[in-house]
């Protein structure tokens, strides 16, 4: 048994804060999300510069779901790292950009200090979407760790 985080929320980072996406508008707060927007070619695509009425519905549908999971507190559960240690029988990997914007690497530090045996794999110029920003490399990464 295995498991592949990537970026999680869950964990109040130490250094830093979490990027506050209720504060923000949605097209802000996916410009964040990447590193190098201009960089990547899927970014037009997720946030176009004219996005239609159904997808700026969607940003906000998606909103609302993230005001359910993560209101209050903050897109964090203060008990989540004190639990996290039942997760000794399951190999874990938690990869992250190292230039994330939206959760800040030192939350991915304290999820490899807390899972037993987990690595965090850290992807240099991706930030919270490194499986969109250098989708080759992420699949290598996820591939070697399940093979």
């Known amino acids: 048994h295995k498991l592949v985080l990537v970026c999680p929320t869950g ?13 923000n508008l949605a097209p802000d707060y996916l410009k964040e999300s990447f590193h190098d927007p201009e960089g990547t070619a899927e970014y037009n695509l997720i946030c176009p510069s004219e996005p239609t009425p159904e997808k700026l519905e969607l940003w906000e549908v998606a909103r609302e779901q993230s005001c359910k999971l993560g209101w209050k507190p903050y897109m964090y559960n203060p008990n989540l790292k004190h639990l996290l240690h039942r997760l000794k029988n399951l190999n874990t990997l938690v990869i992250w950009g190292r230039e994330d914007r939206i959760v800040p690497l030192d939350a991915g530090r304290i999820y490899e200090d807390s899972v037993p045996g987990s690595i965090l794999d850290v992807i240099d110029g991706c930030g919270h979407r490194p499986e969109i920003e250098n989708p080759k490399l992420f699949s290598e990464k996820v591939l070697s760790f399940l093979d």
């Not at 964990?11 to 504060?23: N, V």
């Open 11 to 23: 964990i109040k980072p130490e250094q830093g804060e979490i990027y506050d996406i209720f504060l």
